[in-house]
């Protein structure tokens, strides 16, 4: 009996330690962009310039520089559309004239990431929504 045990956890540990191997084998893919503005990732500002952005995880993006250092990671989390795009796509959110990198999506996945919100972004948004509401209720009084 102990010997069965022994012999099912060995080979347990050779199927995980072989699906790692295999995981880890997978090269991460790269989209490389020119981005012709400032532009937020999490609460760090970026200038406009040559950027790449690799997935090394699942629900986890690296943003490098053009010398390929890491400037910015951030946690995402899935995002699905009916229709894959065609080419590799960066969506910004703009809120009070800031362009923050909100979503990434790879070409011929119909799967995109979006990416966490800072805390920096939530009082912006926050920010706006309530001027935007005093303004509708001075608009509405006599």
Same mark, same amino acid.
């Given at each position: =009996?102990? *010997?069965?045990? @022994?012999?099912? $956890?060995?080979?347990?540990?050779?199927?995980?330690?072989?699906?790692?191997?295999?995981? &880890?084998? +997978?090269? %991460?893919?790269?989209? @490389?962009?020119?981005? #012709?503005?400032?532009?937020?990732?999490?609460?760090? $500002?970026?200038? &406009?310039?040559?950027?790449?952005? $690799?997935? #090394?995880?699942?629900?986890?993006?690296?943003?490098?520089?053009? @010398?390929?250092? +890491?400037? &910015?990671?951030?946690?995402?989390?899935?995002?699905?559309?009916?229709? !894959?795009?065609? &080419?590799? +796509?960066?969506?910004?959110?703009?809120?009070?004239?800031?362009? $923050?990198?909100?979503?990434?999506?790879? /070409?011929?996945? #119909?799967?995109?990431?979006? *990416? =966490?919100?800072?805390?920096?972004?939530?009082?912006?948004? /926050?920010?706006?929504?309530?001027?935007? /509401?005093?303004? %509708?209720?001075?608009?509405?009084? !006599?």
């Amino acid at each position: =009996m102990k *010997l069965l045990g @022994r012999t099912l $956890t060995s080979l347990l540990l050779f199927v995980v330690y072989q699906a790692g191997m295999a995981y &880890a084998q +997978t090269p %991460a893919s790269v989209i @490389r962009v020119n981005i #012709p503005f400032e532009f937020n990732v999490g609460d760090k $500002t970026f200038p &406009a310039g040559d950027y790449s952005l $690799t997935q #090394p995880m699942q629900h986890f993006l690296v943003l490098r520089d053009q @010398r390929g250092h +890491t400037v &910015a990671s951030s946690f995402t989390s899935g995002v699905d559309v009916s229709a !894959p795009v065609s &080419a590799p +796509t960066l969506r910004f959110s703009s809120v009070g004239g800031t362009h $923050t990198l909100s979503e990434v999506w790879q /070409a011929g996945d #119909p799967s995109g990431q979006r *990416l =966490m919100e800072s805390s920096k972004q939530r009082s912006m948004v /926050a920010n706006r929504r309530s001027a935007e /509401a005093r303004e %509708a209720a001075e608009g509405s009084q !006599p």
